[in-house]
């Protein structure tokens, strides 16, 4: 008897009148580690998505991973459907720059959203007083699926180093190297990331690190030279120990996909995320300064038409 109710239950419940019997179209998107900031505003994004599923259909799911690289081959090769990546790492997809062996034509762009810093975080200990001063020493470059790992390369050939400068060019993922930084197994580590980082809050309160200045002359060209890379700052306060803002530089974090995904389905992710702007401000800090008519910027790719038809129909571009 009971089990009846239940039965009823269910099938009242999935023939609901008005209802319109959309087949489920699961989605992932690509973040970074789960201490970073792509990976709680991929779930903010998921989060709207799913909140309209019963019109859609799209069951919105974030995944981690190893960050910008890994997520545009991931993207690419359709293991995923979205992806975050720096907006530098998306000029190098598309113009077949390293670490990407030729141009990637199907890439698509969504829209941007905050500046991710550029940071090298070291051991107060360490004795390194500027950026130059890691010459000799254990630093974290990044794993190579990230886009941390890929402008590390940059970073160092303005500063004139290689690779074989350093004691130790690691590659820990951002989730370990906080602990290798705190364990002494590294002097410091280089990273891209949007403020405030979980990750970089936690290991900033735990043990005593500063941040060192990425500018000067070779920084100040390297801004000129390019779309993608702009001077910028770490604010001050954000981090124990770091009272002062940090002279750096920063791209943006960029949504992408593959000209391969259905419009219908680039559509209502844009949607959504658009619709709801004001409350996918307040899901992240780093979301706090969003203005929906700057999220266009350092976007290399084409915007996918899915993408464009919902900004043509708003006036948004
Ligand atoms: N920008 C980093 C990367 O692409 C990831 C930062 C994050 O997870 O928020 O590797």
Known sequence: MRNWLWLTLVACALLAPGEPAQAARFISIGTGDINGVYYPVGGAICRLVNQNRKTHGLRCSVESTGGSVYNVRNVLSREIEFGFAQSDVQWRAWNGAAPFAAKETKLRSVFSLY?????????????????????GKRINLGN????????????LNVLGLKEADLALAGRYHP???????????????????????????????AM???????????????????????????????????????????????LVTSSEVED????????????????FRKLHPALGLLKDRAMF???????????QRYYEEKALR
């Not at 705190?182 to 280089?190: E, S, T, V």
Request: no cysteine; charged share 25%.
């Open 264 to 279: 219908e389905v680039v559509y209502n992710l844009v949607k959504a995320v658009f619709e709801d702007i004001e409350a």
């Open 144 to 155: 190579p699926g990230s886009g941390q790992r890929a402008t590390a390369d940059v970073v």
């Open 297 to 307: 910027e350092a976007l290399t790719a084409p915007i996918h038409p899915g993408a």
């Open 175 to 205: 989730v370990e190297q906080g602990d290798a930084l705190r364990d002494g197994r590294i002097d410091g580590f280089f990273y891209v990331v949007g403020n405030p980082a979980t990750g970089i809050r936690d290991l900033f309160n």
């Open 208 to 254: 005593d690190a500063t941040m060192l200045p990425l500018n000067g002359p070779g920084f100040e060209r390297m801004t000129w030279d390019t779309k993608y890379y702009v001077k910028d700052d770490i604010p001050g306060g954000l981090y124990r120990g770091v009272p002062q803002p940090v002279k750096t530089f920063s791209v943006k974090a960029t």
């Open 115 to 135: 500046g991710e810093t550029a940071m090298l975080v070291v051991r107060k200990d360490a004795k390194i007083a500027n950026a130059t001063g890691i010459r």
